[in-house]
């Protein structure tokens, strides 16, 4: 009985150790088996992975330019064996490209870059470490892990490498024909890759589309007064005496400004609105650009895009966004600045970008499964501001007050 009990657990504990052994190649085998390929063909396909010293073979079954290596790999040796003509050969090179074509669709099906693995070599990186500020990398290797160059800043090493590793990072990368994008990670390691200094960054499938704005934005609760410009010459130098339709900006910027409203708003109107900041009167003359509508609470907010603003009523407002703007905030604005401004020096691959979003500008609304929710609270700070008698609930639209020609307060 003792004996069995003995062999038994010899045997599991080889089994465990065949199976951590031989993890990876089993689950590229698997993969492999998953993606339709044969027992053979994914024997070649791990002896070429392995040929090309990859860090990750399973990468074979995601990145087209692996794929590429490894298709144009084949073919070469088949005509060097002068395997070229048979058919067996031409199966799987015919296979391997039905799949490449496959995996380039789904790239383009996608709505973004969805994980870190999907990123490739060359690709320009502008990282922000907390407290020590913005600095300027490039990708080495796509495997395991993101191997990247030492990050520099203004092309001088402040930072050795071991000082880097468990650092908590945002990184910030423009991809060609697609966006900008920004996800945080860890640096796990550093070292020395093909001769320069690296380091090690872990993958993640937490990628977000970076704001991309030329103007800096501040979130705020500024009430103020809207009024709708009916003539084709607006009067800048008015100043509106009686109230118009009484709204809440829950953003600003030197150039624009998210308006809640009550009822339905209506895109692409001439609009002006007043309010105060420090006490300083702004008004601000514009067109908005987009809308979001949310019929549970029939409100609305507008993307409001300014036209023309006074010169120091532009700087009050600038005083005010870049106050109490963190250094955390002012890291992230310049590292996007950066890469716009790295992009700008291609202005076919931005225009290229930016037909490929859905939206007619970087403030287009949402799909209406992502209107805007907000919490009790902000509804409580947006309703204290008015009394029964004059609260904008909805009840009477934008699209009303402008089929009837007037600008009158609720």
């Known amino acids: 009985m003792f004996l069995v009990l003995f062999i038994t657990v010899i045997s599991v504990f080889l089994l465990i150790r065949l199976l951590v052994v031989f993890q990876v190649q089993i689950q590229f ?41 490894a298709i144009s790999k084949i073919v070469m040796d088949s005509k060097a ?12 090179i015919a296979k391997l490209y039905e799949y490449r074509t496959k995996i380039d669709l789904d790239h383009e099906n996608k709505k973004g870059l969805e994980s870190t693995k999907y990123l490739e070599k060359g690709q320009r990186l502008r990282i922000i470490l907390k407290g020590k500020g913005v600095f300027v ?31 908590d990072i945002s990184v910030y990368l423009w991809r060609k024909g697609d966006a900008s994008y920004v996800f945080d990670t860890r640096v796990t390691n550093s070292g020395v890759y093909q001769g320069q200094s690296v380091i090690y960054l872990a ?19 500024i009430y103020a007064h809207l009024y709708f410009i009916e003539s084709e010459i607006p009067e800048f130098d008015t100043v509106e005496i009686d109230e118009g339709y009484k709204c809440l900006l829950e953003d600003i910027s030197e150039d624009g400004a998210m308006i809640r409203i009550g009822g339905q708003g209506r895109q692409n109107i001439k609009i002006k609105i007043q309010f105060e900041i420090d006490e300083k009167l702004i008004v601000m003359f514009g067109v908005v650009r987009a809308v979001e509508y949310n019929p549970q609470t029939n409100q609305s907010r507008l993307h409001f895009e300014c036209l023309h603003i006074e010169k120091e009523m532009k700087n009050a407002i600038l005083s005010f966004i870049y106050r109490d703007l963190s250094e955390e905030k002012k890291n992230e604005l310049q590292a996007i600045a950066e890469l716009e401004e790295e992009n700008s020096e291609n202005p076919e691959e931005s225009q290229n970008s930016e037909n490929s979003q859905t939206s007619q500008n970087p403030e287009s609304p949402k799909p ?3 209107l805007f929710k907000e919490t009790p609270a902000q509804q409580k700070v947006y309703e204290s501001v008015y009394d029964d008698s004059d609260a904008p609930t909805g009840e009477e639209s934008i699209e009303e007050i402008l089929e009837e020609g007037v600008s009158e307060e609720e």
């Open 137 to 167: 990398s490039e990708i080495l290797s796509v495997g395991h892990e993101l191997i990247i160059r030492l990050p520099l800043q203004k092309n001088v090493r402040v930072i050795d490498g071991n000082e880097w590793v468990t650092k």
């Open 368 to 370: 209406e499964n992502e």
């Open 81 to 92: 064996n002068g395997t070229e003509s048979l058919e067996s050969t031409q199966n799987f």
């Open 29 to 69: 085998m698997m993969t492999g088996q998953d993606k339709g390929f044969k027992f053979s063909e994914i024997l070649l396909l791990w002896k070429l992975a392995k040929e090309a010293q990859l860090q990750e073979p399973l990468s074979l079954y995601v990145s087209v330019p692996t794929l590429n290596m």
């Open 203 to 221: 993958h993640t499938n937490q990628l977000e589309r970076a704001q991309k704005r030329k103007s800096v934005r501040a979130e705020c609760q």
